[in-house]
Structures are given as structure tokens and as C-alpha cells.
């Protein structure tokens, strides 16, 4: 109960925004975010064999597949109104340079063909790193000290990206933070015949733990250390502005920010700061948390999906690379 000595300001009662949520039409018609399918694009992970469909644990719903069953799940996204799958690849021989990500008949130069045959109209995006290619599971070649050695690793950066590019990738993404990776690879794609193949560089990448999930998915979990020395401190936000600008002059043609809901400032400032598209990385851990706590029934696995999609595309975000993008597009429908 109100006490009777209090009194509503006249002022507060001037403007009234409720007005504008009283009716779920009106709702509908001053929403100033709105979902689409195009917003989404899905992750893939290949690996060898057949008939292979493995249910990643930490992720419900995702799978680790053989090329027949990435085939399928491509056709399946394409039929979903899906624009774009990225595609990630679990070898089954490893080394130290990691050089199974450039073979001919790699695990995703196999895969890509699959997915151009079974759907032709799906966009078919390369995550370009090392990681679950090497031995050591860091994202290039060491040093003695068992850093990654920056200027080699580019050069294997280039011949990765030519090589998915020869078996039909048709944006290359590259993961790995390395400095002046964006240059290496758009010189490698030029020199051969590759000019016209856009690059989404994971500009902003942080050194995050929500990327554990994926790594039990891509098998590439660090054999001793972390990734700190070259992805970036989850401290930084100016760093992070340097890295996107740094990597649209060296010719990004899209950048993206990674984690996403724990980045949403950085998001939303990279969106005011660039004039490229932006997009943002939902990772395993996001997805991971939403699961866990929907299955427990603590939280309304279709509302959450959405809202945090929402809000990452309300944050700036041009597309959402997500593993709810099958369901987010079902429920778009
Ligand atoms: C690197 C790569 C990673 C992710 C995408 N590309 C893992 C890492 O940097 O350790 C993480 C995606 C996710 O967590 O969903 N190849």
C-alpha cells in the first residue's frame, strides 16, 4: 500500500511507454530488432569413416559426422532456409605443422565436395586454423619454446586457404589470431586465380573458456598450455578495436567477434566503429549453458534461444554463426 503522504510526481506520469506494449500488434509493429533466417549460419564438424553420426557430449544436438552425413545435414540446412554452413574438420592423422589441413583429399576438401553436390545453394564458409590438425592442438607450427611461431604459420595459413579454396570453400574464415593473417591469406588466394573469395576474419577472438564444448567436438584441446599468447585477454576491449581495424586494412572483407554474449560491448562497438559486415560467434559454452539449464527445466529452451540471438543481433551483429541454427530457423518458419 501506498502510504497516504506519498504523491506521484506530476512529471512522472508525462510520458507513458507502456502505451506502446499494450497491444502485442503494436508490439509487433514498433520492434526494432527482428530475426530472420538469413541471420543464421551453422557449424559442421566432419570427420572420417561411414555413417558416422556422433552426438558431441557437452552439445546436444550437435554431431561430430562422416562426409555422407554432412551431406545430409547440409541438404537438411539448405531445406531450413539456412544461407551458410561453416565447416570444421577432425583429421584422422595429425602432425606437428599440421599439414592434413592442406592435403587434396583432407577431411574438409571432402566434405565441401559432398555439400556442393547435396546443396548447391547453401554457402559453404572454412573455419581456417590448425588446431585440430596438429598433434600439439595449438593453432600452428611451435617454437623451440613451444609458442606458436607467427610468420610460419602463415605461410601454412596461405596453403590451407588455397587449398580449401581449390575444393569449393567459398569464404574463408581464418580462427587463429595470428598477426597479419588476413594479408598472408588474401596474397596466397590472389597469386592463385583466388581474387574473388571473400575473408571473414575472426578479428576479435578472446582467449575464452565457453570455447570448451568445441573443443571435445574438434578434438583439439591443447596438449600443455593455453591459447593466451595469441588470442586476446577477455580484459581488452581497445585491443580489440586495433585487431578489427588492422584486419580490414589488410582486406577483411567481413570481421566477427567471438564469444558473443559475453562480448556484446564488443559487438556493439566494433558494429559503430566498422562499415563491413559483422558477425559474431554464439560458441559451445553459450549454446552449452542454455542446454544444460533447459533440460534441467530451469530455463524455456525456445524463449532463451531467441533472446539471446536477438540480443546479439540487437547488439550489431549482421549474421550469428550458432549450433541453434537449425532450430532457430524451424522456429522461424
Ligand atoms: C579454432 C576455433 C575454435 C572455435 C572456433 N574456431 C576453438 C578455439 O579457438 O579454441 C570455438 C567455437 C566454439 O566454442 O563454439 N579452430
Known amino acids: 500500500m501506498i502510504d497516504d503522504a506519498f504523491e506521484i510526481p506530476e512529471h512522472a506520469l508525462v510520458a507513458r511507454p507502456r502505451r506502446l506494449r499494450s497491444h502485442p500488434a503494436l508490439r509487433r509493429m514498433v520492434r526494432e530488432t527482428t530475426l530472420t533466417r538469413n541471420d543464421l549460419v551453422l557449424p559442421l564438424f566432419a570427420v572420417p569413416g561411414g555413417g558416422v553420426r556422433k552426438e558431441v557430449s557437452s552439445m546436444p544436438g550437435v554431431f561430430q559426422e562422416s562426409i555422407e552425413k554432412i551431406a545430409e545435414s547440409a541438404r537438411e540446412a539448405q531445406d531450413l532456409g539456412i544461407p551458410a554452413v561453416i565447416l570444421f574438420g577432425i583429421p584422422s592423422e595429425k602432425d606437428a605443422e599440421g599439414s592434413p589441413s592442406w592435403a587434396t583429399n583432407g577431411i574438409v ?82 597469386e592463385h586465380d583466388h581474387e574473388g573469395l571473400p575473408i571473414l576474419s575472426y578479428a576479435a577472438k578472446y582467449a575464452s573458456s565457453f570455447y570448451g564444448p568445441f573443443r571435445d567436438a574438434a578434438d583439439s584441446t591443447p596438449a600443455f598450455g593455453d591459447r593466451r599468447t595469441y ?42 566503429m566498422v562499415d563491413v559486415p559483422l558477425g559474431a560467434y554464439q560458441v559451445s559454452g553459450e549454446y552449452a549453458m542454455l542446454k544444460a539449464a533447459s533440460a534441467r527445466g530451469w530455463l524455456d529452451e525456445e524463449r532463451v534461444m531467441e533472446e539471446s540471438l536477438v540480443a546479439i543481433k540487437r547488439a550489431g551483429a549482421d549474421f550469428i554463426l550458432t549450433y541453434y541454427a537449425r532450430e532457430m530457423a524451424r522456429r522461424l518458419r
Open 231 to 272: 588470442q586476446q585477454d577477455p580484459s581488452n576491449a581497445e585491443e580489440a578495436l586495433r585487431e578489427v581495424r588492422m584486419d580490414i586494412e589488410q582486406g577483411a572483407d567481413m570481421v566477427m567477434v567471438k564469444p558473443a554474449m559475453p562480448c556484446l560491448d564488443i559487438v556493439q562497438r566494433v558494429w559503430s
Open 109 to 190: 576438401q571432402r566434405a565441401l565436395e559432398a555439400v556442393s553436390k547435396a546443396a548447391p545453394e547453401l554457402l559453404r564458409i572454412v573455419d581456417l586454423c590448425f588446431c585440430e590438425y596438429t598433434d600439439h592442438g595449438h593453432c600452428g607450427v611451435l617454437t623451440a619454446e613451444g609458442d606458436v611461431d607467427n610468420d610460419p604459420t602463415l605461410v601454412n595459413l596461405a596453403r590451407q586457404a588455397v587449398s580449401l579454396a581449390g575444393a569449393g570453400a567459398q569464404v574463408i574464415a581464418p580462427s587463429g589470431m595470428m598477426d597479419g593473417m588476413v594479408a598472408a591469406i588474401r596474397d596466397g588466394l590472389d
